[in-house]
């Protein structure tokens, strides 16, 4: 028996134009039979135009315990949202 | 099979309260969130029996599949198999999420240390249990999935979703066939009937015992993994059922079902619990049939394991020369 063979993660894009969403994870030896392994697992009616792979292992994900001060710098600025700006009655804006 | 149980106090009680009342608020859990040791550990429990029934579930089906009576059949029957094979993927993808190995819980299952649905350990007799199994197992499955869509688990949830979008057709394919059978010959009418009567009460156990006597319900309720206790989706399922069995002039085999007026619900009588827990405890007719066809095919497939790995290791080393 050879052990399990390593994890990767599956995107997926669902039509032109729109952007690679994660899909799931599937095991393969490598990064081709990974992608044969998703196209298999994920895509069987269409569902995709796109799929990358990524060993599982080099991903680096923000920590849930630090999301507060992580974001805080986000979200303190009102300032960055149009909403923050006063328009004269009656003036369209293109919002 | 008893989980063991958490030593109390394990669990820092600040941590617990910030938790439930994510919980309560509607919050999604995820992964590498911090979570009660027992909530990581009924989920590897429930997830693990899901995607290991998902896996059974392709035996019974598979028994069929060069003995449909048509090509559009067959490969409707296929696809269907097909897909089974990739719900278990999902959950065991999920399950993953929360630290254990595919690996680690497919050697529980050919082990036989580990559970899966009691359904798969019926035997598939004639074509009709092709229809019942896809009418009535898939359409239970449809009942809890639906509800199982709206985890508190996020990898459960979204692995809900996506198996979701998959098994109408599971159940429509099967109940055309069932269909089929009803309006053909007074043989093939027969032939309809014997696989409702033979698969009605195994489905209405698929949902588990009485919440009552349920030790994991409470639970999981509690921790939003499940919304709805087993009762109610029962109810459900046989609510939904009932119809479509007259709908096709097949009779379901329960002398007490009753419409009540007031509630709706069609009431039904008692489920033989004690056959329930043979099947579970290893006793039905098909439990070691099942595992010695599972033990067989995963040891068939280990060449092409093998032969797999020793192809990647060979390029890797081409392509680093
Ligand atoms: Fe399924
Ligand atoms: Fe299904």
Same mark, same amino acid.
Not at chain 1, 6 to 35: C, I, K, R
Not at chain 2, 32 to 60: C, F, I, N, T
């Given at each position: 028996?050879s ?8 995107? %997926? ?9 994660h ?19 994920? %895509? ?15 991903? %680096?994900?923000?920590?849930p ?7 805080d ?23 | 099979m ?32 911090w ?17 290991h ?17 048509s090509?559009?059949?067959k490969i ?8 089974e ?48 199994i ?9 009942v ?13 949830a ?24 009803a ?19 195994p ?12 030790p ?29 069995a ?39 007719p ?12 995963h ?23």
């Amino acid at each position: 028996m050879s052990g399990q063979w390593p994890l990767w993660e599956v995107f %997926t894009q669902p039509a032109d134009g729109s952007p690679h969403e994660h899909a799931g994870s599937v095991h393969a030896p490598d990064a081709e039979m990974a992608l044969q392994n998703a196209r298999d697992v994920y %895509t069987r009616r269409g569902e995709a135009v796109s799929i990358w792979v990524v060993p599982s292992s080099a991903i %680096t994900a923000s920590s849930p315990a630090e999301a507060g001060p992580f974001f805080d710098p986000g979200n303190d600025k009102p300032y960055r949202h149009p909403q923050f700006y006063k328009v004269p009655r009656g003036v369209k804006s293109e919002e | 099979m008893s989980e063991p149980t958490q030593p109390k106090g394990s669990d820092d009680p600040a941590q617990v309260a910030a938790f439930e009342a994510r919980i309560a608020r509607g919050e999604t859990i995820e992964p590498k969130d911090w979570m009660p040791e027992r909530y990581r550990r009924q989920l590897v429990r429930m997830m693990s029996q899901h995607a290991h029934s998902e896996v059974v579930g392709m035996l019974p089906e598979g028994n069929w599949i060069t003995r449909a009576p048509s090509l559009r059949r067959k490969i409707s029957l296929l696809a269907k198999v097909q897909d089974e094979a990739g719900h278990g993927l999902y959950i065991y993808c999920g399950t993953e999420t929360l630290g254990v190995d595919r690996a680690e819980l497919i050697d529980q299952l050919l082990a036989g240390t580990a559970k899966y649905s009691s359904i798969f350990n019926y035997p598939t007799l004639t074509w009709a249990d092709m229809g019942a199994i896809g009418w009535l197992v898939d359409g239970a499955a449809i009942v809890n999935q639906t509800m199982l869509a709206h985890a508190s688990f996020g990898p459960y949830a979204r692995a809900m979703v996506r198996i979701c979008k998959e098994e109408n057709f599971h159940k429509r394919q099967g109940y055309e066939i069932m269909a089929t059978l009803a309006a053909g010959t007074p043989a093939q009418k027969a032939m309809a009937q014997d696989a409702l009567d033979r698969w009605w009460w195994p489905s209405l156990m698929m949902f588990g015992p009485s919440d009552k006597e349920s030790p994991n319900s409470a639970e999981l309720l509690r921790w939003k993994i499940k919304q709805k206790g087993n009762d109610e989706l029962r109810q459900r399922f046989v609510n939904l059922t009932v119809p479509q069995a007259a709908a096709i002039g097949l009779h379901i085999p329960d002398p007490l079902l009753t419409l009540d007026k007031e509630t709706g619900d069609w009431e039904f009588g008692p489920i033989d619990w004690n056959e329930f827990m043979q099947v579970i405890s290893g006793n039905g007719p098909c439990n070691r049939e099942r595992l010695a066809a599972r033990r067989k095919a995963h040891a068939d497939g280990a060449w092409v394991r093998d032969a797999a790995v020793a192809h990647a290791a060979k390029d890797a080393a081409r392509s680093a020369a």
